[in-house]
């Protein structure tokens, strides 16, 4: 249950004094009744009207959005200088505070979740939970089978921190072109991985987190929310 200026203003973008005001006027009906205080508590399955219209879909509690990210672009709410990925959806949600659940570096591409749960994104990140990142990585130079034994059993980056095992595999003819699989989330943690062994990355994007791939029909830029089956994948993640 929420107060229904709340309901209103998140499910259609108005402020609350909006949201108020439309309600004092008599123009908001809750399951086929207008309704004229905005205290009243409503469910969220309620069939909420405004000027006769009913407000579409079901009420989501938080939304959950996957987004290709392109180059250029920051893995943060706000920054004074540089387009951030919540600037990429934010218009589509005026009332959301959404943030990026885990990071990618600025010239790094692929899929960002950008979510208000926090409490899934508190999961997600959490060393304890060892959620799977895959990236496609493009690299200055060959793989080799250093790297590939070193990656399995843990790779000691340059300041001695210890890291647990990841993968990396070949990702098609071009021996440059790799694949690599992350159970934690360290800062700069493929540049530094390759870094070990004298090998630069040239492109970086990520394919995929847990069991929910980035959707390739999204181009850089583009986005849409979680189906629920993805959701779901990433909620027993
Ligand atoms: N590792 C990196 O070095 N950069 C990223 O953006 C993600 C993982």
Redesign the pocket.
């Known amino acids: 249950m929420m107060r229904l200026d709340k309901y209103l203003s998140e499910r259609t973008g108005l402020t609350r004094s909006e949201s108020r005001k439309a309600i004092t006027k008599g123009r908001v009906a809750v399951n086929g009744v207008v309704c004229r205080k905005a205290d009243t508590q409503v469910a969220e399955d309620a069939s909420v009207a405004v000027d006769g219209s009913p407000l579409g879909g079901v009420y989501q509690k938080y939304v959950y959005i996957m987004l290709n990210k392109p180059e250029g672009v920051v893995s943060a709410s706000r920054d004074k200088r540089d387009t951030t990925v919540v600037d990429l959806v934010a218009a589509d949600f005026p009332r959301r505070a959404l943030f990026p659940a885990g ?3 600025k010239t ?1 591409t692929g899929f960002v979740l950008l979510t208000d749960d926090g409490a899934l994104a508190h999961d997600l990140l959490s060393p304890a939970h060892h959620v799977t990142k895959q ?1 496609r990585v493009t690299l200055d130079t060959p793989l080799t089978e250093a790297m590939r034994a070193g990656f399995a059993a843990g790779v000691t980056l340059a300041d001695g921190q210890r890291l647990a095992p990841a993968e990396v595999e070949p990702a098609g003819e071009d021996p440059c072109e790799v694949r690599v699989r ?1 159970h934690q989330g360290v800062y ?5 991985m390759f870094g070990v062994y004298g090998a630069g ?1 040239n492109a ?1 994007h ?1 394919e995929a987190i847990g069991a929910v791939a980035l959707d390739p029909a999204l181009a850089p830029g583009q986005w849409r929310e979680l189906t629920a089956a993805e959701l779901a994948a990433l909620q027993k993640a």
């Open positions: 990071r990618l570096d790094s990236y992350l700069h943690q493929i540049k530094r990355v970086l990520r």
